[in-house]
């Protein structure tokens, strides 16, 4: 159900708005920023970690999670900000803070420096990520909401999917650092569009004041409500999961099974199992309903992180590549349907008030995500077996946390 509650005087001010093909292209793109921000650089972690003076291997892994730390703090400005100034001006100065934050690793010249643009970065990204979720609230409910999401994420995923090719390419023709430059230019595109095609859905009788209050109020709504603290949880332990590969992924393909100029072709295949997962829940979601896809998913998941873990603990911690690649497949597709539908579920209770609850249940997911990634991630110890435990150790709780949550 698309909702309509925009003023006359708004609808007849502002341009005809963008339709479904383009609006999903418009949010996939701008929701991509924190995507294309981590994938991009996974080639480059070597180049940078040498001409940055990083003296610890595992050390590098923290340009991953640091900007997922700067996303959870700035979805909780940015989420409150967008319900009391409207979705527009939001997103705009959360993109000058991203533009900023790609300026700063461009001319960074010490690593502290670099994690610094990192986690500005990743606040400035958390404004085009929780102003689309917004925009997508204001204007869908329920199901409808979860195709809109799913349709996003099925555009979205193929940009991660060929992100590191990208940044591949690039580093055959410059340095890592074009590649900050590329991000930068790239956003300026995004949001020339944004400005010029997307309408305010957020009208003034609708908006709710700046207020610590108001802000402290949504945050016991969030805590409040079982099924959507529940689900904010699970959603955190499954990013965490995902996190925790993305830290490791490139120590893994590169070092364990030497694939050198093959690892964005291996990347991309698994991200497009998961683009599959999502393109298939946005045609089924409204057949099978939310709460059916993710518990079948969430338990597929699990059961198969427990049986490869055993797998790969027999064999000494590393499988033949074709085993791991099997594994990971599968498990990023049920993990393309979780990331539909988890979010969804969480703030189904939550419309009256969507921009701060937006940003409350994101920010807690990474909250929760980032220290789990980290630790998976540093736990890198030349096998994939904290890898794998920590797939088969979060998705266990995530079931047990999601029976929880529905009062089982």
């Given at each position: 159900m698309r909702r309509q509650h925009q003023d006359p005087m708004t609808l007849q001010a502002e341009k005809p708005p963008p339709g479904f093909v383009e609006s999903i292209l418009l949010m996939a793109l701008l929701i991509s920023l924190t995507a294309l921000s981590i994938d991009t650089m996974l080639p480059a972690l070597p180049d940078i970690a040498r001409d940055l003076g990083v003296r610890h291997a595992n050390?590098?892994?923290?340009?991953?999670?640091?900007?997922?730390?700067?996303?959870?703090?700035?979805?909780?400005i940015f989420g409150p900000l967008s319900d009391s100034m409207g979705r527009k001006p939001v997103l705009i100065a959360g993109a000058a803070i991203y533009i900023a934050g790609c300026a700063l690793c461009l001319f960074a010249t010490s690593f502290p420096v670099m994690l610094a643009g990192r986690v500005l970065q990743g606040i400035g990204a958390s404004g085009p990520r929780s102003v689309v979720i917004a925009l997508i609230r204001d204007q869908y409910e329920g199901r409808e909401m979860a195709r809109m999401m799913s349709s996003i994420m099925s555009v979205f995923i193929l940009i991660p999917a060929v992100a590191p090719a990208i940044g591949q390419g690039i580093l055959m023709v410059?340095?890592?650092?074009?590649?900050?430059?590329?991000?930068?230019?790239?956003?300026?595109?995004?949001?020339?569009?944004?400005?010029?095609?997307?309408?305010?859905?957020?009208?003034?009788?609708?908006?709710?004041?700046?207020?610590?209050?108001?802000?402290?109020?949504?945050?016991?709504?969030?805590?409040?409500?079982?099924?959507?603290?529940?689900?904010?949880?699970?959603?955190?332990?499954?990013?965490?999961?995902?996190?925790?590969?993305?830290?490791?992924?490139?120590?893994?393909?590169?070092?364990?099974?030497?694939?050198?100029?093959?690892?964005?072709?291996?990347?991309?295949?698994?991200?497009?199992?998961?683009?599959?997962?999502?393109?298939?829940?946005?045609?089924?979601?409204?057949?099978?309903?939310?709460?059916?896809?993710?518990?079948?998913?969430m338990k597929t998941?699990?059961?198969?992180?427990?049986?490869?873990?055993?797998?790969?603990?027999?064999?000494?911690?590393?499988?033949?590549?074709?085993?791991?690649?099997?594994?990971?497949?599968?498990?990023?597709?049920?993990?393309?349907?979780?990331?539909?539908?988890?979010?969804?579920?969480?703030?189904?209770?939550?419309?009256?008030?969507?921009?701060?609850?937006?940003?409350?249940?994101?920010?807690?997911?990474?909250?929760?995500?980032?220290?789990?990634?980290?630790?998976?991630?540093?736990?890198?110890?030349?096998?994939?077996?904290?890898?794998?435990?920590?797939?088969?150790?979060?998705?266990?709780l995530s079931i047990m946390t999601m029976r929880w949550a529905d009062g089982e």
């Open positions: 050390d590098i892994q923290l340009i991953i999670p640091l900007l997922i730390l700067g996303l959870s703090i700035g979805q909780l410059a340095s890592w650092r074009a590649i900050f430059g590329s991000l930068l230019v790239l956003t300026l595109i995004a949001l020339a569009w944004f400005v010029s095609r997307q309408p305010e859905t957020l009208p003034p009788r609708h908006r709710i004041p700046f207020s610590v209050r108001e802000i402290s109020r949504a945050f016991i709504v969030v805590f409040g409500t079982r099924m959507t603290l529940g689900y904010t949880i699970v959603a955190g332990f499954v990013m965490g999961a995902f996190l925790g590969f993305l830290n490791s992924v490139q120590q893994i393909f590169q070092e364990i099974y030497r694939l050198d100029g093959r690892f964005p072709l291996y990347f991309a295949v698994l991200a497009l199992s998961l683009g599959c997962a999502s393109f298939l829940n946005s045609r089924i979601v409204i057949r099978y309903g939310m709460r059916t896809l993710t518990d079948r998913a998941l699990a059961v198969l992180s427990v049986v490869y873990l055993s797998v790969v603990y027999a064999m000494g911690g590393v499988s033949p590549l074709w085993m791991l690649m099997t594994c990971l497949m599968a498990a990023f597709f049920c993990i393309g349907i979780l990331f539909g539908n988890l979010n969804s579920i969480a703030m189904k209770p939550l419309g009256h008030v969507a921009g701060t609850a937006s940003a409350v249940v994101g920010s807690l997911s990474s909250l929760i995500a980032v220290p789990l990634a980290i630790v998976i991630g540093r736990s890198y110890n030349g096998t994939t077996l904290p890898l794998i435990t920590g797939f088969a150790v979060l998705s266990v």
